[in-house]
């Protein structure tokens, strides 16, 4: 028994010589010997760190359901918000919106009608509906941030049904652009 707790030790007695190590030095004020019994005042001088890690919730609606205008085109907003907010100075959270039919809604994945359907947030009505755009931007900020995006569609529908269409929002930390 002696021979095995004599072994361990000996294994953790080099480990512990084996594994690295690292030494912090705090810096030493001594008097200056060359002016005593007045010395000089020292100074030094430290580094106070911590580090915040970016941190936001953003909530995009589950559904939109669009209601007839007097027109016959069909429309309704749906909120984007954001909340406690907290980015790296000169960031922003930019929302962008895309669709994979490129705005055009069906009423099934064989209907060959489509309606053609336009969205709009706080930077105006998407224009290019191959590459979508942006439709929200969030800057630092712990209070809710709320920007309405409109869906209208283009045109009264042809053919009666449930229209739909699936959208992409997509979320990015930027720099803040200077425009």
């Known amino acids: 028994m002696k021979k095995l707790i004599s072994g361990i030790s000996a294994f ?5 010589l084996i594994a690295p190590m690292s030494a912090f030095a ?10 005593m019994p007045n010395p000089k005042p020292g100074t030094a001088g430290t580094t106070v760190e911590f580090t ?5 919730t953003v909530t995009i609606p589950a559904k939109v359901t669009l209601e007839k205008g007097e027109d016959g085109t069909y429309s309704n907003s749906g909120t984007l918000s954001a909340s406690d907010v907290k980015l790296a100075e000169g960031k922003e959270i ?4 895309t669709s994979a039919s490129k705005f055009n809604m069906q009423t099934s994945a064989t209907a060959e009608y489509k309606l053609p359907y336009t969205a709009e947030g706080a930077f105006g009505k998407i224009t290019d509906k191959t590459a979508g755009g942006i439709v929200a931007k969030f800057a630092t900020l712990t209070a809710k941030q709320e920007v309405p995006v409109t869906f209208t569609t283009d045109e009264t529908p042809t053919y009666a049904g449930s229209y739909s269409d699936p959208v992409v929002f997509t979320l990015e930390v930027k720099d803040i652009a200077t425009e």
Request: hydrophobic share 40%; aromatic share 4%; no cysteine.
């Open 12 to 16: 953790i007695t080099v480990a512990m």
């Open 26 to 35: 705090d810096t030493t004020i001594k008097p200056d010997s060359d002016n």
């Open 52 to 56: 915040v890690d970016p941190a936001y």
């Open 94 to 97: 930019v929302v962008t919106l």
